[in-house]
């Protein structure tokens, strides 16, 4: 990733700063070797809005743009595009780019993330609350205008400084970008701003990612992803068999198809069971909570 982003060609010159919390594996040394500023934290410091501000109040740059250890631009002028595109109108308060899967990624994984962002189209697109009465009363409406991913972001600075990023568990970027829209900014989407990012999730940590991203939908949005255990079933077996259509499509059949199919409806499966889980957080007992949330276990296992 670094090496991705040491070889943007922009017209302007940025810095780069990495912020590590507690790696063990030569990532400090790694980054340190290749001459960008890093500075550390302790594991259980980390917050995915409050380090990203820590960051920010690092550096100097009219535009902050934020990039995870696990993406990597696709080519040299994604800085360039992204922060182009966030700097198209002067009320833009942030922009972001599309995912792509990385090339050894399962086929489902693929076809998930085009389908995904093909939903905000191909071309340079700003987007700002011009329909209140639409925003209050349309949650789909609400969910595309405020959709923000700080794997792959840009945000303006003199924004930043009046809507920091929240201090929130889960789905930091989104809870910014509400704001952000709810005070009168722009958002923009940088179709060219690609990075690859994506996650081969098993059974397990499927479920417990969207357990974590349902309980933050709830608690900060109000939405109720899955309202009973029936309806989550219902989502899986369609999502399932979405699934068995997309790899008949890739060129999958017989045994080969039969086991994959059977392998993604029970991933699809732990994906709205999840989600049902976390729509009914507040209901659940604490063993429950602190086995079921994938960010908690990771946050637990730093603070250790």
Known sequence: MLDAVLAQQTPWPFEVIVVDSGSSDGSVECARQRGVRVETIPAAEFGHGRTRNLLGSLSSGEFLVFITQDAKPADVHWLH?????CDAQPDVAGAFGPHRAHPQARHITHR?????FCGFGTDLS?????DRERFAADPGYRQWL????????CIRRSVWQQVPLPDVAFAEDQTWALRAVEAGYAKAFVPDAVVYHSHDFGVWETLQRNFDEARSFQRYFGYRLQESFPQALKAGVYLARRDWGWLRTAGLHGWRLFKNGVYMALVECARTIGQYLGTRHDRLPGWLLRSVSRDEQLQRAGAA
Do not use: T
Request: avoid cysteine; hydrophobic fraction near 40%.
């Open 112 to 116: 998930e993330l085009e389908v995904h």
């Open 81 to 85: 595009h992204l922060v182009r595109g």
């Open 146 to 153: 405020h959709f923000f991913s700080n794997n792959n972001s």
């Open 126 to 130: 700003i987007v700002r609350m011009e």
